[in-house]
């Protein structure tokens, strides 16, 4: 089936500092989304993203859908602790679900 | 929050017991999902469903059945729990095909 190559894993940085993550696929999707998990919450979508080369923005965060339409990137500008969390890519192809990279976690020192 | 609930927030059952968890959404949305996310392997879908009625496997439905007798509900059950079930579960629903999903709170189920 399909799957999602989501780096990195995990990232330890100081506040303030900008953070970029990443989600490639072997396969095209038609929509890219980035969500964010809090401990002991469900994800909260961030960011969708439905054509290729599309750059959007929600207030600190930028994500991209990838030209060819395997990737996707998630940037978060000049980090504050809150950002503390686990980001999820998924993306979705020709059917109904949505596959999941397995995240990266986020750690921001003060 | 959106319209989803899950029940209960967190259970505790013994090996060989039948659990039901519950997902109830006052969205009205078509389609509806279970997950289980455990530490190394992200979020893995269990079934789903896209109406009442209807519903097909995901990558890791063995041990698990659901029902979705009306729009607004959707039951996990384990059979027959298993250590190996432990984990957290979410319900997800989405109302169109191409938008993103809105999860609930999350199941932390603890087989012992």
């Known amino acids: 089936g399909q799957q999602l190559n989501q780096s990195p894993q995990s990232m330890f940085i100081q506040e303030g500092e900008d953070v970029s993550m990443n989600c490639t696929s072997s396969?095209?999707?038609?929509?890219w989304l980035w969500y964010k998990q809090d401990p002991g919450e469900g994800p909260v979508l961030l960011i969708a993203?439905?054509?290729?080369?599309e750059l959007t923005s929600n207030g600190r965060l930028t994500a991209q859908f990838g030209i060819t339409r395997k990737d996707s990137f998630l940037n978060i500008s000049a980090s504050i602790p809150s950002d503390v969390g686990i980001y999820f890519c998924?993306?979705?192809?020709?059917?109904?679900?949505?596959?999941f990279g397995k995240g990266t976690k986020l750690t921001v020192n003060p | 929050d959106a319209g989803i609930t899950q029940s209960p927030r967190h259970k505790v059952t013994e090996t060989g017991t039948p659990v039901t968890l519950r997902c109830h959404q006052t969205e009205n949305h078509r389609y509806m999902y279970w997950y289980r996310q455990d530490p190394g392997h992200g979020l893995r879908l269990i079934h789903y469903?896209?109406?009442?009625?209807?519903?097909d496997k995901g990558e890791v439905s063995d041990g698990y059945s659901v029902s979705r007798s009306k729009t607004e509900d959707f039951l996990l059950t384990l059979e027959s729990a298993t250590s190996s079930q432990t984990s957290v579960y979410f319900c997800a629903i989405s109302g169109q095909l191409n938008y993103g999903y809105t999860f609930g709170s999350g199941t932390r189920l603890t087989v012992v």
């Open positions: 396969s095209i999707f038609n929509t």
């Open positions: 469903s896209y109406g009442v009625k209807d519903t």
């Open positions: 998924a993306g979705k192809g020709g059917s109904e679900k949505l596959v």
């Open positions: 993203l439905y054509k290729a080369g």
